[in-house]
């Protein structure tokens, strides 16, 4: 238990770090207000896409290739630990109570 | 089994309370109609994400981004608890029958 | 083995008619050709959602909702199968060979 | 152990054959800078799917629906081998040690 609840921490401090990670990034890149930046950043990082606040320049693009990249292994990390996190400890419970 | 059921209805009721929120609140933040507003909510929740129906103000930016945080909460819960389903549903069975 | 291998050719008959059922309807509701109305259907379903070819008519709205929620549950249903496919086929095995 | 290491160095190379397919693609077929072509294939595989850089010609259409389809069939079996990969190492270690 303590072994998955230092890595769900593990994923909210990752989650939180990519959210301000995007957020800094389309602030300082691409001068967007605070709430542009994180709209932004979290249309990108969940997937939603609506469409560029502002069309992208190239090292727009660049970031927003590295910041989806990131994301999306980090996603699919944060997937993987909440679904051990239920097999593990639902079925162990399983098998001990047979 | 009865614990699953009553964890699907939980679910059911959370999607409707999901899109009816998000109908509701493009209807009242943005002033769309009825059918713009549960087709925003829809294109949002699934993130399929089309683009705003209209330019989005910052006070909409701000709605978005917590029905998109919210949705994908309950969204990762409905996945986890169908695939928790069928997982000890089937498997149980599995090994009762071995 | 059997009962798995039914049902993904159901999945395969389902995905298939989705995509029949959107490219028809766009078709017929939006007059798309069928490249166009291919195009709508596959970044619809898969939840691409680059973007309407054409601003869409509240008729074309409520045919998307549609497609979209049957097509969310049509693959969730899949990735389902699958995961169970991949889950009880190979667990098996492995407890078949210790 | 080295069956799934042997799985993983093959979706790390289908993965960058489809970037590499999607960026080559859109350089030949729509004459996209090196830039816009790996956005343009990164956000569509990732299904974040901002929107076309430029209006899609129907060979464009047609070369992204191949792309999108590839690339899920591609994502599902590497979301499927990941779960796997935990699935089986961390329920086999529970079972052998219990
Ligand atoms: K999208
Ligand atoms: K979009």
């Known amino acids: 238990m303590n072994f998955l609840d230092s890595k769900i921490n593990k994923i909210v401090i990752l989650v ?4 301000t990670t995007g957020t800094l990034g389309y602030m300082v890149i691409s001068g967007y207000s605070f709430v542009d930046a994180i709209y932004m950043t979290v249309i990108t990082v969940t997937t939603v896409g609506f469409g560029e606040v502002k069309p992208f320049t190239p090292e727009e693009k660049i970031f927003t290739i590295f910041l989806i ?4 292994v980090l996603f699919g990390y944060a997937v993987s630990t909440f679904s051990e996190y239920l097999v593990s ?3 162990f419970d399983y098998f001990k109570h047979k």
Chains 1, 2, 3, 4 share one sequence.
């Open 89 to 91: 400890g639902r079925l």
């Open 69 to 72: 990249l990131t994301s999306i």
């Open 16 to 19: 939180i770090s990519t959210l």
